[in-house]
C-alpha cells in the first residue's frame, strides 16, 4: 500500500479543534487507501501488528465501539476492551482509575468514549499513549465528523462550497460541534436549525448560521445532516419543546417534505436513529440518504486515524 511521507501534525485525536486542514485532508486520503482494502476478499493488513489498542467506554455504544474494534483488528492490532456504567461512576474516580490500569497494561493506544467533557484531555496528561476521543459528553466526537465529511466528499466530490445544515438537539450534541470544525475546515457552508431551546445563545461566534424554520434550512443546504434529541444529555428540570410529538411536526423530516424541495439533497444520521422522531422511516430508508454508507465509511476513515497516530508515535520515538 502508498505510504505518504507527510505525516499528522498531532500525536493525538482528541477533537477536531486541534487539528489543520491538512491533517484531515491526509485522514480523509489514508481513509480511501483502506477503502480499498475493506473491498478486498481478505480485510486486513498488517500494520499495527505491534500495536496495542485499548478501547475503554465509559458511556453505552454500539455503532461507534464496534466501528473502532473492527478498524483495530483490520489493522492487525492487538485489542483490549473496557467498560463501565457511565451513570454511577464518579469523573475523579474513574479516571485516575483509568490511568493505572493503562499503565500497568502497557497499551500503545487508548480509546475512549466518556460522558465528561475534556476526559480525554485529563487522560492525555497523565499517560503516554496516544488518545483517540470516541465522544466526551456535550464535546467532541471528532471521528464521526471525519467519518461524515468522508461521506459528503464520496456523495458530492468535495466537502468545499458545499452547504450543510445540521438539525435538532445542536446545545447536547458532540457531533454537531465537531461537524461544524470539521466542515469549516474544509471549506463548507454550515447552518444549525432547531428550536431556540436546543441551540446555544453564541452559536454564531463560530461562523455558522442559524434558522430556526425546518423547510427554510433544507431549502438552503445541499446536505442535512439529523441529529437524534440527546435525551439522556438534558436537564430533566428543563422543558426544551412541549412534547416529541410536537417536535417531530416542527423539525422531523418525513418524505412529503423531503420531496417538495427544490433540489434532491443528501441525508446524513449519525446513529442510533428514532425512527419517526427525527426522521421517518421512508427518508431514511431512500435513495437520498447516506446513512449506511456513513456507517460503512466509519470503519476506514477510524483505520486511516488509528494508522496515522501510530505513525507519528513511531516519529516521535
Ligand atoms: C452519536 C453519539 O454517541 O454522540 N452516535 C454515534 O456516535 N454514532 C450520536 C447520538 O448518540 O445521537
Known sequence: MKESNQGLSVQHLLG???????????????ADLFKEV????????????????ANLFFENSTRTRLSF????????????????????VKKGETLVDTVNNILAMKVDMVVMRHSAPGACVFLQRHIGASIINAGDGTHEHPTQALLDAYSIREKLGSVE?????????????????????????????????????????HIQSLGVKVEHNLRKALEWCDVANMLRIQLERQDESVRYFPSLREYTMQYGLDKKLLDSLPKKIVVMHPGPINRGVEITSDVADSDQSIILEQVENGVAVRMAVIYLLAQSRLHKH
Open 69 to 88: 474494534e473492527l478498524a483495530e483488528k483490520r489493522l492487525s492490532a492487538d485489542v483490549v476492551n473496557f467498560s463501565a456504567s457511565g451513570s454511577s
Open 161 to 201: 462550497g458545499k452547504k450543510v445544515v445540521i438539525v435538532g438537539d445542536i446545545t447536547h450534541s458532540r457531533v454537531a460541534l465537531s461537524n461544524i470544525y470539521c466542515l469549516q475546515k474544509l471549506g463548507a457552508e454550515v447552518m444549525v436549525c432547531g428550536p431556540t431551546t436546543l441551540i446555544p445563545k
Open 16 to 30: 477536531i479543534k486541534d487539528l489543520k486542514r491538512n491533517d484531515i485532508d491526509l485522514i480523509l486520503q489514508q
Open 38 to 53: 475493506l473491498s478486498r476478499p481478505i480485510k486486513k493488513v498488517p500494520s499495527l501488528r505491534d500495536v496495542t489498542v
